[in-house]
């Protein structure tokens, strides 16, 4: 069964880990033959790769389950992987999927069904292969943030309104069957689809074996992040590259991420040449060689890691990269084409211990006429006792700017940042932790003062004490729903720290865990239980704390030296009438939430319908009310909260209706999240500040 309620969600997410088999339901069909998956718990996370056999029989199918899609709902799966033994994506499949990413459809699959894929917002594209021959009724409904769709093979008989409320573009190979059928682009077009395009943004050329196929030419308007597809028409694509006179995706200066598949072997000469905003490029653990010229003038490059599978780099290929700050070898010293980093100012790290790097002829290939500076890896690596995982157990404190942590290490995944592994790195700006890390250590990042800006994956379900204590240049900071407590001192002293994102997986904040920084409001969810002594004291500039459940435990000292700061809570949640609530040592001005929220005739989400005029300051409307997301400001909501100087919505709201904010004549600042699609034209009427 599925665990629905939020009630229960906190405790589920103590045992939060990657998902996995254990988490889903098989249900064999009358024959006993075959089986399908029917259900998901909501507490799956992260990737899962579905199984093809259970049991020694085959998985055939995706649901559908009791009343509801196999994984609709388990909001916190990031990326799905189908195998190639399944043959049905059913009804309501992935339905609310809103956190899913990718999914890899196997070119096994003929038929999709209705509403499969409905409010999956993360999707940035999805491919069809060709083996598909029939999608269902409004089966990609509401993929507002799909950006692509492409399909691989002939035409599938589509039902109606199948991607309604979805602005992708969709591409196709006209050269295929069943495209040019008025029938097929009246069902594409109808309603609000998507733009419809008779070209994929990718062009794929065979090889003369017929085994193989490689990514030769790109349309010079391809934007945004691209995932290269691993298979093209049921072959593996293995190479990048070239096409004619030019590389495959030379000049496409509007592309921004490009992931490379682990079928990929070889990029080949010019593949990437002034692409001039790619700013992130995945290289797997697949490609051995790199060509010339191969990323020549990609200036928005901040950092690359090259993976150990990498034995050649030929001549020039990142010449004219200026602003890379880093370059990462995980393996060996490959071989070395002529200046190779040319023109690139970047830090070369490599670990010593690796062979080849002490070669003269390697040092001199690297360090030739204007090439980047030389350095062993900034970063220590510790052997777990079996053998199998690294941990990152020191960093040089010499270490500055840019730092991309990498997912291996002599081939094995980096796990963990161990205790106090980046303690006092003073230099460092900015580090990106890799999807492969699942705990970090306490004191692990601790007085890193110049540390501006750390990007924590949903793969880490552990953070040790104090873990950022004394970053002083942190100015923001979200934590992954991955993560259940937030332990003690966690942000201490993070003076610059003005804003926070608490998830619904949190349970506890602990001691001291946000003294002393720069927090101007904050919102604590209704799965929060106790709070610890002096957790949110000395925050001088704090205004508002906007409880959204249940009074929790509080400990001493909560908010001493906070200031004038409100608090806000719903006088309607129990617990707060309680003498020992009201009376937490040097607890600041407390008052009950000043806005009212309205259920929806499904009782699935509010609106918030009206706000006390009287209300000042700061305000963050919540995200959740009674454990339902709040979607909408209802009309008139704020009119004539004249003393309201900043509002922040949360990005579960899709829209702002009539008068929403009319005549807040002191509102000098609102937030808007990128999940909103309407907004009135009154919405913000007479706001003359």
Same mark, same amino acid.
């Given at each position: 069964?599925?665990?629905?309620?939020?009630?229960?969600?906190?405790?589920?997410?103590?045992?939060?880990?990657?998902?996995?088999?254990?988490?889903?339901?098989? $249900?064999?069909?009358?024959?006993?033959?075959?089986?399908?998956?029917?259900?998901?718990?909501?507490?799956?996370?992260?990737?899962?790769?579905?199984?093809? @056999?259970?049991?020694?029989?085959?998985?055939?199918?995706?649901?559908?389950?009791?009343?509801?899609?196999?994984?609709?709902?388990?909001?916190?799966?990031?990326?799905?992987?189908?195998?190639?033994?399944?043959?049905?994506?059913?009804?309501?499949?992935?339905?609310?999927? $809103?956190?899913?990413?990718? &999914?890899?459809?196997?070119?096994?699959?003929?038929?999709?069904?209705?509403?499969?894929?409905?409010?999956?917002?993360?999707?940035?594209?999805?491919?069809?292969?060709?083996?598909?021959?029939?999608?269902?009724?409004?089966?990609?409904?509401?993929?507002?943030?799909?950006?692509?769709?492409?399909?691989?093979?002939?035409?599938?008989?589509?039902?109606?309104?199948?991607?309604?409320?979805?602005?992708?573009?969709?591409?196709?190979?006209?050269?295929?069957?069943?495209?040019?059928?008025?029938?097929?682009?009246?069902?594409?077009?109808?309603?609000?689809?998507? @733009?419809?395009? $008779?070209?994929?943004?990718?062009?794929?050329?065979?090889?003369?074996?017929?085994?193989?196929?490689?990514?030769?030419?790109?349309?010079?308007?391809?934007?945004?992040?691209?995932?290269?597809?691993?298979?093209?028409?049921?072959?593996?694509?293995?190479?990048?590259?070239?096409?004619?006179?030019?590389?495959?995706?030379?000049?496409?200066?509007?592309?921004?991420?490009?992931?490379?598949?682990?079928?990929?072997?070889?990029?080949?000469?010019?593949?990437?040449?002034?692409?001039?905003?790619?700013?992130?490029?995945?290289?797997?653990?697949?490609?051995?060689?790199?060509?010339?010229?191969?990323?020549?003038?990609?200036?928005?490059?901040?950092?690359?890691?090259?993976?150990? #599978?990498?034995?050649?780099?030929?001549?020039?290929?990142?010449?004219?990269?200026?602003?890379?700050?880093? &370059?990462?070898?995980?393996?060996?010293?490959?071989? *070395?084409?002529?200046?190779?980093?040319?023109?690139?100012?970047?830090?070369? %790290?490599?670990?010593?211990?690796?062979?080849?790097?002490?070669?003269?002829?390697?040092?001199?290939?690297?360090?030739?006429?204007?090439?980047?500076?030389?350095?062993?890896?900034?970063?220590?690596?510790?052997?777990?006792?079996?053998?199998?995982?690294?941990?990152?157990?020191?960093?040089?404190?010499?270490?500055?700017?840019?730092?991309?942590?990498? #997912?291996?290490?002599?081939?094995?995944?980096?796990?963990?940042?161990?205790?106090?592994?980046?303690?006092?790195? $003073?230099?460092?700006?900015?580090?990106?932790?890799?999807?492969?890390?699942?705990?970090?250590?306490?004191?692990?990042?601790?007085?890193?003062?110049?540390?501006?800006?750390?990007?924590?994956?949903?793969?880490?379900?552990?953070?040790?004490?104090?873990?950022?204590?004394?970053?002083?240049?942190?100015?923001? &900071? @979200? &934590?992954?729903?991955?993560?259940?407590?937030?332990?003690?001192?966690?942000? %201490?002293?993070?003076?610059?720290?003005?804003?926070?994102?608490?998830?619904?997986?949190?349970?506890?904040?602990?001691?001291?865990?946000?003294?002393?920084?720069?927090?101007?409001?904050?919102?604590?969810?209704?799965?929060?239980?106790?709070?610890?002594?002096?957790?949110?004291?000395?925050?001088?500039?704090?205004?508002?704390? @906007?409880?959204?459940?249940?009074?929790?435990?509080?400990? !001493?000292?909560?908010?001493?030296?906070?200031?004038?700061? !409100?608090?806000?809570?719903?006088? #309607?949640?129990?617990?707060?009438?309680?003498?020992?609530?009201?009376?937490?040592?040097?607890?600041?001005?407390?008052?009950?939430?000043?806005?009212?929220?309205?259920?929806?005739?499904?009782?699935?989400?509010?609106?918030?319908?009206?706000?006390?005029?009287?209300?000042?300051?700061?305000?963050?409307?919540?995200?959740?009310?009674?454990?339902?997301?709040?979607?909408?400001?209802?009309?008139?909501?704020?009119?004539?909260?004249?003393?309201?100087?900043?509002?922040?919505?949360?990005?579960?709201?899709?829209?702002?209706?009539?008068?929403?904010?009319?005549?807040?004549?002191?509102?000098? #600042?609102?937030?808007?999240?990128?999940?909103? !699609?309407?907004?009135?034209?009154?919405? *913000?009427?007479?706001?003359?500040?």
């Amino acid at each position: 069964m599925k665990f629905k309620g939020l009630l229960i969600l906190p405790f589920l997410a103590t045992f939060l880990q990657a998902a996995s088999e254990a988490d889903l339901t098989f $249900t064999l069909n009358d024959a006993g033959t075959e089986y399908s998956v029917t259900d998901c718990l909501t507490s799956a996370s992260g990737s899962l790769e579905i199984p093809s @056999t259970y049991i020694g029989l085959p998985v055939t199918s995706i649901g559908p389950g009791n009343y509801e899609g196999a994984f609709e709902g388990c909001n916190s799966l990031t990326n799905v992987t189908i195998p190639n033994s399944v043959t049905s994506i059913e009804v309501y499949s992935f339905r609310y999927c $809103t956190r899913l990413e990718s &999914i890899t459809i196997p070119d096994s699959v003929t038929s999709i069904g209705y509403n499969a894929f409905r409010y999956c917002t993360s999707l940035a594209s999805v491919t069809i292969p060709d083996s598909v021959t029939s999608i269902a009724t409004l089966a990609f409904e509401d993929c507002y943030n799909t950006t692509s769709i492409i399909f691989e093979g002939d035409a599938p008989t589509f039902g109606t309104d199948v991607f309604w409320n979805t602005t992708a573009t969709i591409y196709y190979d006209s050269s295929n069957s069943g495209w040019s059928d008025t029938s097929t682009l009246r069902a594409l077009r109808e309603y609000q689809n998507p @733009t419809v395009d $008779t070209y994929s943004p990718m062009t794929f050329t065979l090889n003369d074996a017929g085994t193989e196929y490689s990514v030769t030419d790109c349309l010079t308007s391809a934007s945004g992040s691209l995932e290269i597809p691993s298979t093209y028409i049921g072959l593996p694509v293995t190479s990048i590259g070239p096409g004619n006179y030019e590389g495959a995706f030379e000049g496409c200066n509007s592309l921004t991420n490009v992931t490379i598949p682990n079928s990929v072997t070889s990029i080949e000469v010019y593949s990437f040449r002034y692409c001039t905003r790619l700013e992130s490029i995945t290289i797997p653990d697949s490609v051995t060689s790199i060509g010339y010229n191969a990323f020549r003038y990609c200036t928005s490059l901040a950092s690359v890691t090259i993976p150990d #599978s990498v034995t050649s780099i030929a001549t020039l290929a990142f010449e004219d990269c200026y602003n890379t700050t880093s &370059i990462i070898f995980e393996g060996d010293a490959p071989t *070395f084409g002529t200046d190779v980093f040319w023109n690139t100012t970047a830090t070369i %790290y490599y670990d010593s211990s690796n062979s080849g790097w002490s070669d003269t002829s390697t040092l001199r290939a690297l360090r030739e006429y204007q090439n980047p500076t030389v350095d062993t890896i900034p970063i220590s690596f510790t052997l777990n006792g079996d053998s199998t995982e690294y941990s990152v157990s020191d960093c040089d404190t010499t270490a500055s700017g840019s730092l991309n942590i990498p #997912s291996t290490y002599n081939g094995l995944p980096v796990t963990s940042i161990g205790d106090s592994a980046f303690n006092s790195c $003073t230099s460092l700006a900015s580090i990106t932790i890799p999807e492969s890390v699942t705990l970090i250590g306490s004191r692990a990042f601790r007085a890193c003062t110049s540390l501006a800006s750390i990007t924590i994956p949903e793969s880490v379900s552990s953070i040790g004490d104090s873990a950022f204590s004394g970053c002083t240049s942190l100015t923001s &900071i @979200t &934590i992954p729903e991955s993560v259940t407590s937030i332990g003690s001192g966690y942000f %201490y002293n993070c003076t610059s720290l003005t804003s926070i994102t608490i998830p619904e997986s949190v349970t506890s904040i602990d001691r001291y865990a946000f003294n002393n920084t720069g927090l101007t409001s904050i919102t604590i969810p209704d799965s929060i239980t106790s709070i610890g002594n002096a957790a949110l004291a000395y925050c001088t500039s704090l205004n508002s704390v @906007t409880f959204e459940g249940d009074a929790p435990t509080f400990g !001493t000292d909560v908010f001493a030296g906070s200031g004038s700061v !409100t608090i806000y809570y719903d006088s #309607s949640n129990s617990g707060w009438s309680n003498t020992s609530t009201s009376t937490v040592a040097e607890k600041p001005a407390v008052d009950t939430i000043p806005i009212s929220f309205t259920l929806n005739g499904d009782s699935t989400e509010y609106s918030v319908s009206d706000c006390d005029t009287t209300a000042s300051g700061s305000l963050n409307i919540p995200s959740t009310y009674n454990g339902l997301p709040v979607t909408s400001i209802g009309d008139e909501a704020f009119q004539y909260c004249s003393n309201l100087s900043s509002v922040s919505i949360p990005e579960t709201v899709t829209s702002i209706t009539d008068f929403a904010f009319a005549d807040c004549s002191d509102l000098t #600042s609102i937030t808007i999240p990128d999940s909103v !699609t309407s907004i009135a034209l009154s919405a *913000f009427e007479e706001c003359s500040s």
